[in-house]
């Protein structure tokens, strides 16, 4: 398999997990799922018999449980008996992959983009949303706040997301570098040299809720959190500061340790999902619960080229995260 950190670092090609080269390429990758020794008992499947499919913190934990139960029942029924983990932040999605203890997740781009250069996962298909493969990263204020520019948030309270969000964190800071403001450490390390005082707040709806109770003076959050309604318009009362368009939307990302047959197993099945799996537990479309995807698509690490150039562009090292 071709060494994935020559890909991050713009040298080589890297794999693919997508649906047309899986058998081919997937042979050789450690798993237990669809081998048999001779004389030896069959071992189970996904290593301890369960799918282990792990959530990032991208909304509150009670809703992503009613949003991902028909997925669960899904992956059950087609793949493996199913379990959900809701995941305390985006690098614990990452460490459960690579490690073995998750099978499957969905994540951020730049989480993804991480997993894959330190071979802890790899990309197998790109959601679909809001009639689009790509989505904006925003940095939000209150209408009646002092804040006017970007160049108004120095010295000012700063909400992130979580330091692997590329919505939540690495494009607001991109953003703000942009705007001629230090980012000081930021996302490897602290904020005692940026030109703000950036609080981590722990996901998505974690940092518009402090931006909600006034706990800081902008948030810096994907779109999808700061919209309501049918019209997916913004919420009242609060605006725009700057924003980012053409992140290539969230993947459906796998561990390196399962066999190649787990793995096509896995992506097939969401490439062929009915409909009802992604109207949530109600099983009703339009209601609170349902997924905020709508479809997925085969992809590979060049899929996510554009949330690494931005990260070189900012000095990250995706390694030192």
């Given at each position: 398999m071709v060494d994935r950190r020559q890909f991050i670092k713009g040298v080589g090609v890297a794999s693919t997990v997508g649906i047309a080269g899986l058998s081919g390429c997937m042979g050789n990758n450690s798993g237990t799922g669809d081998q048999t020794t001779t004389g030896e008992s069959t071992p189970q499947p996904y290593s301890d018999g369960t799918l282990d499919f792990s959530m990032s913190p991208s909304e509150p934990q009670d809703l992503m449980m009613k949003q991902y139960k028909p997925v669960k029942q899904y992956l059950s029924d087609e793949v493996q008996k199913t379990e959900l983990t809701y995941a305390k932040d985006y690098a614990a999605v990452v460490q459960a992959l690579g490690s073995g203890t998750g099978d499957v997740a969905e994540t951020g781009p730049f989480a993804a983009a991480l997993g894959v250069s330190e071979d802890k996962a790899e990309i197998g298909l790109q959601r679909f949303?809001?009639?689009?493969?790509?989505?904006?990263?925003?940095?939000?204020?209150?209408?009646?706040?002092?804040?006017?520019?970007?160049?108004?948030?120095?010295?000012?309270?700063?909400?992130?997301?979580?330091?692997?969000?590329?919505?939540?964190?690495?494009?607001?800071?991109?953003?703000?570098?942009?705007?001629?403001?230090?980012?000081?450490?930021?996302?490897?390390?602290?904020?005692?040299?940026?030109?703000?005082?950036?609080?981590?707040?722990?996901?998505?709806?974690?940092?518009?809720?402090?931006?909600?109770?006034?706990?800081?003076?902008?948030?810096?959050?994907?779109?999808?959190?700061?919209?309501?309604?049918?019209?997916?318009?913004?919420?009242?009362?609060?605006?725009?500061?700057?924003?980012?368009?053409?992140?290539?939307?969230?993947?459906?990302?796998?561990?390196?340790?399962?066999?190649?047959?787990?793995?096509e197993a896995v992506v097939d099945a969401f490439a062929n999902a009915p409909e009802d799996m992604y109207l949530g537990a109600d099983g009703k479309a339009d209601t609170d619960d349902d997924l905020w995807f709508s479809d997925v698509r085969p992809a590979d690490v060049a899929t996510y080229q554009p949330v690494i150039n931005v990260a070189e562009e900012l000095g990250i090292s995706l390694g030192d995260l």
């Open positions: 949303a809001y009639g689009g493969w790509t989505y904006t990263s925003v940095i939000t204020t209150k209408k009646d706040s002092d804040i006017n520019s970007l160049e108004d948030l120095k010295g000012k309270k700063v909400a992130l997301a979580d330091r692997l969000s590329a919505s939540g964190s690495l494009y607001p800071l991109y953003m703000l570098k942009q705007a001629g403001l230090s980012i000081g450490d930021l996302p490897t390390g602290g904020d005692a040299n940026a030109d703000f005082d950036a609080q981590y707040a722990g996901g998505h709806g974690a940092a518009w809720s402090a931006l909600e109770n006034d706990q800081v003076a902008a948030a810096g959050t994907g779109q999808f959190i700061t919209v309501t309604g049918d019209d997916r318009t913004l919420a009242d009362g609060y605006e725009y500061v700057e924003s980012y368009d053409g992140i290539p939307r969230a993947p459906i990302v796998l561990s390196p340790e399962l066999s190649g047959n787990e793995k």
